[in-house]
């Protein structure tokens, strides 16, 4: 199986299959407790990874660097303000240099056709580190939590609640019902997945795993594992803050929400960054229904397992 993820990209999480991402949680796992027992192994060295950044991160940008380098890899960060990606040179062009340099190459940006021509043309495994319709690095992470927290993922119910056509809500609908974990977008009406993204949800989901689109919060959580929110207005879409605020308040996840899954051991997840008193009540946010650390921390253990598949 690890054969088969050689020389892979992961542009969306549709690509990969359940037994696919069950064996990358499966290495995470190992990583994470070699990290925690101090173990250091050279698995990267000789090879090398640029980082393309149109877009801020902090999460991401740290995972990829300290996992790579810490096994003895060479990064180089390329913010978009300083190389000629899109400016003076295509994404085609630029795909071909650097694939001819790199090992791998992460994507952070706008548009998914940026990270998918970039695939098509590097020749190298391209890694999507967000863009305005997608972010699998994420819910890999945001999966090893969950089977943290529950020991298992088949049979969960994760509820999203927000902006149901952000990246992170498409995201979640590639990756959870998949793996058997149903899905419940909690989201004004005027803010519902798009249609096909239903669709291909509950084409790929496990027998069992529903997906869902419920509009009233309470009724939306009710009988949820997991209640998860995202940022109201994303990267890109600042001048929406002040709208989206107004659409979106009654769907702040605090404690009263929370105690409408009706369930005691729920808990509560953000991919960060958060704006809290927001989408979060601050006093949620600092509970210890709250693994928004535990998520922050398995992006770097689950982008290693990515890379070590995928590269090696
Ligand atoms: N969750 C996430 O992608 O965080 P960053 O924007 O800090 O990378
Ligand atoms: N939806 C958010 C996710 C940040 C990790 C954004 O795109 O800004």
Redesign the pocket.
Known sequence: MAGSLRGRSLVSLQEWSRDEIGLLLEVARQAKAERRAGVVRRRFEGKSLALIFE?????????FETAFGEEGGWVSFLSTDDIHLGVKESVEDTARVLGRMYDGIEF?GYAQETVESLARWAGVPVYN??TDSD?P??VL?DLLTLQEAFGRLEGLSLAFVGDGRNNMAHALLTGLPKMGVSLTVVCPPELAPRPEWLESARAAALPGAEVRVVHEPGEGVRGADAVYTDVWAS?GEEDQAEERRRILAPYQVNGALMAATGRARSIFLH???ANKGQEVSAELFESEVSRVFD??EN?KHTIKALMLVTLL
């Open positions: 877009k801020r991160s902090t999460r991401t940008r740290s995972a952070r580190g967000l972010h690095t994420q992470a990267m991919c960060l960054p998520q922050a992006r």
